[in-house]
């Protein structure tokens, strides 16, 4: 299993358990699959970063049909960082500068970053409905999200963050180490004298490491 196939492999397995057909199986073998969720996910559900076709052009999908895609795909919230996430990564998903707040006041709702699952839930979903969804065009805007797709998808990030192979399954997993990865968002204001300080001229910054396979 692959990335997001990886995943799909963890449930299907635990539905041959509960059929009794566990035997099926004998080696799984999961390369590259972002066992915790990953911030790119964040990118492109937010802004359609990341997803460009062809990469970093976008002649094909740009940004605008990428987050439209995204934002209605269950998969994609799969992909969201899932609660352990928080438990086991240090560095914050969402940073925000401190004079961000001339534009929309995060840090007073957040502090200077989104560092667990119930923040980022509310960030996601915009402050429960306190901040609109952006027109679609407005891919500078942090996007609101569909909040039924967001619920279904951490009920089943617990089932996966829990997940252990039955006995008797050879588990295997292969990671990629030294690419340019996605870490993380950080927001800021505009730096122009004549923009006016609204959500759709936030400066958005992508954080990246590069201990992780690009994903």
């Not at 059929?19 to 559900?45: E, S």
């Not at 409905?129 to 909040?147: C, F, H, I, W």
């Not at 089932?159 to 990865?181: F, N, R």
């Amino acid at each position: 299993g692959h990335s997001n196939g990886g995943l799909v492999g963890k449930l299907l397995i635990d539905e041959l358990v509960k059929r009794g057909q566990a035997n099926l199986v004998d080696k799984f073998i999961m390369v590259a699959v972002p066992q915790l969720g990953t911030p790119t996910a964040l990118a492109g559900l937010l802004h359609g970063d990341e997803q460009l076709i062809p990469q970093k052009l976008g002649f094909i999908v740009g940004r605008i049909a990428a987050r439209q895609l995204s934002e209605n795909m269950p998969s994609a919230y799969g992909l969201l960082p899932s609660a352990n996430y928080f438990s086991q990564v240090s560095d914050p998903v969402i940073e925000f500068a401190p004079d961000v707040s001339k534009i929309y006041n995060f840090p007073a709702l957040y502090g200077s970053s989104i560092d667990s699952k119930s923040e980022l839930d509310r960030f996601l979903l915009g402050e429960s409905g306190a901040r609109t969804k952006p027109p679609v065009s407005d891919t500078n805007s942090p996007n609101v999200l569909n909040q039924g797709l967001l619920a279904k998808a951490s009920g089943t990030q617990n089932v996966l963050d829990t997940w252990t192979a039955p006995p008797g399954i050879e588990l295997t997993q292969i990671v990629g180490w030294g690419l340019d990865t996605v870490r993380g968002i950080r927001y800021d204001d505009c730096r122009l004298l004549s923009c006016s300080h609204t959500v759709s001229n936030l400066i958005r910054q992508l954080l990246f490491v590069g201990d992780g396979d690009g994903t």
